[in-house]
């Protein structure tokens, strides 16, 4: 049930324009529960918010792309999906419904990627844009997509401001601005 408690609020979310950071313990399914939210998305079940939709596009660090492949093909093996962690020529995304990539391969790869229109941006460990000043943060803060997700079992490893960077990522414009945000919280 709590799988699908996390499956219905991410559709709630996704239909009233909102971003979202699926923050728990490792082990409760938050990979699960996007994996059904992305087919949710597919079979229809979850109506979609735009009519020309671009791919879904999952950010991990290089660890966990095959972990990804591995999992998308195992719940829901219907999704088109490319691993897009290394510099290549072909950077065609139309014939997937996925692409699963890294965070530096965002950083590497933003003049390009900044130009996609992706429909869910998931950014799995998100602790890795905890940091506002970091190119990676800047990078993902570029990416175009309808509906952003960021997925983390540390949303705070050392400060609030940590929260703050993926909070602003997902959801653009909820929090004051930085430094209102951390005078309002000491």
């Known amino acids: 049930s709590y799988q699908k408690d996390g499956y219905h609020w991410l559709a709630f979310l996704y239909k009233n324009r909102f971003g979202a950071c699926l923050a728990d313990d490792m082990g409760l399914g938050k990979t699960i529960q ?4 992305l087919g949710g998305i597919a079979e229809g079940l979850i109506a979609s918010r735009n009519a020309q939709q671009g791919p ?4 991990v660090p290089p660890t966990l792309v095959f972990n990804w492949q591995h999992e998308l093909q195992l719940f829901y093996p219907r999704l088109r999906v490319l691993a897009y962690a290394k510099a290549t020529k072909n950077k065609d995304f139309s014939a997937y419904d996925v692409v699963i990539t890294t965070y530096d391969r965002v950083r590497l790869d933003i003049a390009f990627l900044k ?7 998931v950014l799995d ?3 890795v844009i905890k940091n506002l000043q970091m190119g990676r943060t800047a990078a993902i803060r570029q990416l175009n997509s309808i509906f952003t997700i960021a997925v983390t079992g540390t949303p705070i490893e050392n400060h609030l401001g940590e929260y703050y960077s993926i909070i602003d990522v997902a959801v653009p414009g909820l929090l004051p601005d930085y430094r209102q945000f951390m005078r309002a919280v000491e």
């Open 56 to 59: 879904h596009l999952i950010v």
């Open 34 to 37: 996007v994996i059904a939210f």
């Open 115 to 121: 130009q996609q229109q992706f429909h869910v941006l």
């Open 125 to 127: 460990e998100a602790q």
